[in-house]
Structure formats: structure tokens, C-alpha cells
């Protein structure tokens, strides 16, 4: 299982220098969702998001680090409901 330590590693390597709309680093709109967020596998999911759509990161890749298929499954549906905006 990763942790979230992990997560917040891999998503500032992922999300660096990757800027929001209000021209912040996008890294903090991540960090402020996880912060919000009341379970640590809520926080994971806040955390990685958009790891998926907005990175070279893969399933596989997610997989391989040992993040849970709650975790994964939960990010897939997020992609797929923004994908739809």
C-alpha cells in the first residue's frame, strides 16, 4: 500500500511547473483539496486527482507503486467525469 507521503511526492514531481488558472503553482490546488479532506484515502484521492490526465502517469504505473484499486478506481472515475466537461 503507498502512502500519502507518497502521493504528495509523486504528484509535486508530476505537477511540477504545471501552473492553475489563477497562475499558482497547480500543486496547491491539490494541496488544499487533500487538506479539506477528512480520511487519508480521501486525501490520497485528492492528492492524485488528476495525476492521471494531467501526466505521463499510468494505471500501471499506480499499480505498480501500490496505491489500492479503491484508490485507482476512484481516480479513473474522476478522469472520466471531467473528461466530459
Known amino acids: 500500500m503507498s502512502t500519502l507521503e507518497n502521493a504528495i511526492i509523486l504528484a509535486c514531481k508530476k505537477h511540477r511547473g504545471q501552473i ?3 497562475g499558482q503553482p497547480y500543486i ?3 494541496l488544499r ?3 479539506q479532506s477528512s480520511s487519508p484515502q480521501q486525501q490520497l484521492i485528492a492528492i492524485l486527482q488528476d495525476i ?3 501526466s505521463d ?3 500501471v504505473d499506480l499499480i505498480s507503486m501500490g496505491f489500492s484499486n479503491e484508490v485507482i478506481d476512484a ?3 474522476h478522469q472520466q467525469k ?3 466537461h
Open 75 to 77: 481516480l479513473l472515475r
Open 52 to 54: 492521471l490526465s494531467h
Open 33 to 35: 483539496i487533500m487538506l
Open 20 to 22: 492553475d488558472c489563477h
Open 82 to 84: 471531467h473528461a466530459k
Open 57 to 59: 502517469t499510468t494505471v
Open 28 to 30: 496547491l490546488h491539490l
